[in-house]
């Protein structure tokens, strides 16, 4: 039997425990939210659907889950300028979370806000080995990447690497176009500002975010073994340790299988050492 647990089944955790029942991912998911009403309600609302899914509040049961989505949490808001802008905010969280899962033996997806930084503490407080621990937002921010590449009429693939956040890294070098430093820095000055269109307009991301994580669901559960960006921590990759940030890795059952470094154009380099940096000193955090 395959076991879900979602910690925190506000707007995203619960659109993700929908799609996960609707797609047949898993034959049991363990919801939990610190606020009661928003855990009844989206417990109710899944056994409404009338999907032949297990559905279970048992805390104690998500210590066995295959795999554990962390997106409890302070969400952003319009008033929250970036995502970083949250850390302080949910180190508590994170901490408490990670002590009561140490040890966990399967596949964690850290989704809450700052992601990278979360995913990184995540895995210092658990203890588990780093493969356990996958940071969703790289899927997300590369089909943002991907409209805008189309609105310009920029042939694809469409990848984004780096921070889920302010420092994200658009990978123009793998479209197959050449495209100027001028066009490419407008490129991500909108990809940084299109989360916060749809927070403005309707309180939060839902579609986009739910729809790629059970897509990072299914590829770990049925063993995929494909190339997704995800937020990795790394050793060495890309000349970075001590912190969780996004590359191309594939992902199967046992989680990250293995990570790939690919070449980068210098314009590129340089954004992701930025972002490098930058989540490093998020990641300190946890480090005290």
């Known amino acids: 039997m395959t076991s879900l647990a979602i910690l925190g089944v506000g707007k995203v955790g619960g659109e993700t425990a929908f799609l996960s029942a609707a797609l047949g991912l898993a034959d049991e998911i363990i919801l939990y939210d610190a606020y009661e009403p928003i855990l009844r309600a989206q417990v109710l609302d899944l056994q409404h659907t009338g999907i032949d899914v297990t559905v279970s509040t048992d805390t104690a049961a998500m210590r066995d889950a295959d795999i554990f989505i962390f997106a409890a949490g302070t969400p952003r808001t319009p008033d929250v300028k970036t995502r970083a802008d949250l850390l302080e905010a949910n180190i508590p969280v994170v901490k408490r979370c990670g002590k009561h899962l140490q040890g966990f033996p399967g596949v964690v997806i850290t989704i809450t806000n700052p992601m990278d930084a979360n995913n990184y503490g995540l895995w210092k407080v658990m203890g588990i080995d780093r493969r356990q621990c996958i940071g969703f937002g790289g899927q997300l921010d590369s089909a943002r990447f991907a409209c805008l590449l189309r609105e310009a009429g920029v042939p694809g693939p469409a990848w984004v690497l780096g921070e889920h956040g302010e420092h994200q890294v658009p990978l123009f070098s793998k479209t197959g176009a050449y495209v100027e430093i001028d066009e490419r820095e407008a490129t991500l000055a909108r990809m940084r500002g299109a989360s916060m269109e749809v927070i403005r307009g309707k309180g939060g ?13 299914r590829a770990v559960l049925e063993d995929r073994r494909e190339v997704l960006s995800c937020s990795c921590v790394l050793d060495g990759e890309y ?27 210098t314009w590129e ?8 940096a930058f989540v490093q000193g998020l990641c300190r955090r946890f480090d005290d």
């Open 205 to 217: 991301t839902v579609f986009g975010p739910a729809y790629h994580i059970a897509m990072l669901i």
């Open 239 to 265: 000349g970075l340790s001590g912190c969780s940030l996004g590359v191309p890795a594939r992902i199967g059952r046992e989680g990250i299988l293995s990570i790939e470094e690919w070449n980068l154009d």
């Open 269 to 276: 380099e340089e954004k992701m050492a930025e972002a490098g």
